[in-house]
C-alpha cells in the first residue's frame, strides 16, 4: 500500500508528522517519562520514518534495528548506567529494541573532542540525514537537526564535516546497510569525490 508522501518544509514540519504517529509518539513519550538529562531519540527512527514517508509508505516501527536514546550526564558516564536505562525502557515498551548512549562517554569511542551537549554530539554522527533527533517537552515534540534538514527530506546521503577524517567509516556504513534496496530514491555523495567550491 502507497501513502500520500509529505512535505517537509522545516523541523515544525517533522515534529508534527512524528506527533501524528501514534507509535513514535509513544516513544518519544517513553524516554521523556524517566526524565533523563538532555535526552533525545534520534538517528534511524527518525531517518528512517521520514525516508519511508517520502517513499509513500507507512511508517513501520517493528523494522528498526534499535531505537537510538542520547542523553548527556557528566555525573554518571558508566555503560552500566546506560544497561539500566534500557532496561527501564524495556519495562515501558518490551518489543522496542531500545539502545541507550550516553553522549559524556561516546566521544572516546568517537575519536572527538569530548561532547558538551548532546547537540554537538548528534553533529558528529555519520550522516548528515542521520543527524537528526527529537523529544518531548512538556506535551510538544521538539525536533533538532544541526546540519538542517535538506538532505534528510531531499533523500541525500552524505557525510558531515566531523567526518571528513573517517571516510572509511561512512563509507563502510554506506556499503552494509544497503540502504538503496530499501529507498531507491536515495543519492549517495562521498565528499572525498566531491569538486571543490
Not at 554518571?76 to 541507550?100: F, G, H, K, M, T
Not at 534538514?149 to 563509507?171: T, W
Amino acid at each position: 500500500m502507497t501513502f500520500a508522501a509529505p512535505h517537509f518544509r522545516d523541523l515544525s514540519d517533522i515534529a508534527r508528522f512524528l506527533e501524528a504517529h501514534a507509535s513514535l509518539h509513544a516513544l518519544l513519550l517513553h524516554v521523556e517519562s524517566l526524565d533523563l538529562p538532555d535526552a533525545w531519540i534520534g538517528a534511524g527512527l527518525i531517518r528512517n520514518a521520514v525516508w519511508d514517508a517520502l517513499h509513500g509508505r507507512e511508517v513501520d516501527v517493528s523494522r528498526l534495528n534499535d531505537v537510538d536514546v542520547v542523553f548527556l550526564d557528566h555525573a554518571d558516564a558508566s555503560e552500566a548506567q546506560d544497561l539500566a536505562i534500557e532496561d527501564r525502557l524495556r519495562d515501558l515498551a518490551s518489543d522496542i529494541p531500545w539502545q541507550v548512549r550516553n553522549q559524556a562517554r561516546m566521544y572516546q569511542r568517537n575519536g572527538d573532542a569530548p561532547y558538551r551537549s548532546t547537540y554537538e554530539a548528534i553533529a558528529c554522527w555519520p550522516e548528515t540525514a542521520t543527524a537528526i533527533a527529537a523529544r518531548m517537552v512538556r506535551g510538544r515534540v521538539e525536533v533538532m537537526a544541526p546540519h538542517g534538514i535538506e538532505d534528510l527530506v531531499n533523500l541525500i546521503v552524505r557525510p558531515p564535516p566531523a567526518f571528513a577524517h573517517k571516510m572509511n567509516i561512512y563509507r563502510e556504513r554506506i556499503r552494509s546497510k544497503d540502504w538503496a534496496a530499501r529507498w531507491p530514491k536515495l543519492t549517495f555523495i562521498d565528499a572525498a569525490l566531491e569538486p571543490a567550491s
